[in-house]
Each structure stands twice: as structure tokens, then as C-alpha cells.
């Protein structure tokens, strides 16, 4: 397993001047690394729907990487979305999942069928070009660089755990942090 705190450090490392829409427990650990926030979307209140922000976000940008970093629980809360993120293949998207097996955020609640099933696995039948799965943080540094140069859309299944101290969630405004995203776009 992965800490989900190495796994943002590491992606982080990688991330250039990609835009990055975060949600829930992943969302915890990039405000903590990020050093671009205005580069950044974080969506509050609205679980499951992070992925497909980011494919509006990677269609309305098609000159800019961006990296979607979900949770396992939020993703099953919208799983369509692959089917439709495969339909459009936007080749700057990359899907990150940080897979725990719970509904971290709200109470560490296991979500269905946890262990069950193959999120990379959905992902690539779904149509993605490229989908990769990491348990181990050696082999995700290695090869977070191949990750970033693929061509989207991209699917990283992340087997991550929670170290003993968890950065507080902070519930901001997904409204303004848009305008402020266009607002730095737009410059």
C-alpha cells in the first residue's frame, strides 16, 4: 500500500503546470503539497462528480494537462462517467483513483463491494488508452513519468492507506474556486 500523503508528494513532484481537480480524501492531501493553487479545482460538496468536472475542464482545455484526483467511493458514485470520458478520449486527461475501500472523508464507512473489484480493470474496457495500477510507492515515482506522458485519456489506480495523522478536511466553495480558476486561465 501506498500513504495517501506520498502519493499527492509524488504527483505533486510530477505535476508541472497541469490543472488538477481534487475531491474529498485526496483533496485533504494536495492543499497540504500543491505549490500551484491556482492551478487547482477542488470540488466540495458534490461526491462522485470530480471526474466529470475534469472532463469539462479537459475539453474546454485541450492545450492542458489535467490530472483528476478521485476517491474509489466517489468514483462508484459516478461510474458512467468512464464510458463517457472514453466516448470523448481527451488526450490530456489523466484519472487519478486513491482506492482505500472506504467513504474516507465521511467516517471511513467500507464502500460496496470493496475488494471485489478492478477500477483499472472498468477503466480499460471501458476505453481508456492507457490505465496502470500501483501498490507500492517505488514503482508509482518510477513511473509517474511514462504516466504523464501518455497520451489520454489516462486511468491510475492508486491502493492507498491513511497514515496516523490526516490533514484536516476543509469544505471551501467549489463556486469561487471556478472563477478563480477562469480568472487565472484567462490571464
Not at 503539497?33 to 460538496?45: A, C, M, S, W
Not at 480499460?124 to 513511473?143: I, W
Request: hydrophobic share 45%.
Amino acid at each position: 500500500m501506498i500513504s495517501s500523503a506520498d502519493a499527492a508528494k509524488a504527483i505533486s513532484h510530477v505535476r508541472g503546470d497541469a490543472l488538477v481537480v481534487s475531491t474529498m480524501t485526496p483533496n485533504r492531501y494536495w492543499d497540504v503539497v500543491t505549490t500551484n493553487k491556482q492551478r487547482d479545482l477542488p470540488i466540495f460538496g458534490a461526491m462522485g462528480k470530480a471526474s466529470s468536472v475534469g472532463l469539462g475542464l479537459a475539453l474546454a482545455q485541450p492545450d492542458k494537462k489535467v490530472l483528476i484526483l478521485d476517491g474509489d467511493g466517489g468514483l462508484l458514485m459516478n461510474l458512467g462517467v468512464l464510458v463517457t470520458i472514453a466516448g470523448q478520449q481527451p488526450e490530456n486527461l489523466v484519472h487519478f483513483v486513491f482506492e482505500d475501500g472506504v467513504y474516507f472523508t465521511t467516517g471511513a464507512q467500507p464502500i460496496p463491494g470493496a475488494g471485489l473489484f478492478n477500477l483499472a480493470g472498468m477503466a480499460r474496457e471501458a476505453g481508456f488508452n492507457e490505465t496502470f495500477v500501483f501498490d507500492n510507492l517505488e514503482d508509482l515515482v518510477t513511473q509517474l513519468p511514462e504516466v504523464m506522458s501518455a497520451k489520454g485519456p489516462v486511468f491510475v489506480s492508486l491502493k492507498v492507506n491513511h497514515d496516523n495523522e490526516v490533514p484536516a478536511f476543509y469544505m471551501g466553495n467549489t463556486g469561487q474556486a471556478m472563477r478563480d480558476l477562469m480568472a487565472h486561465l484567462q490571464a
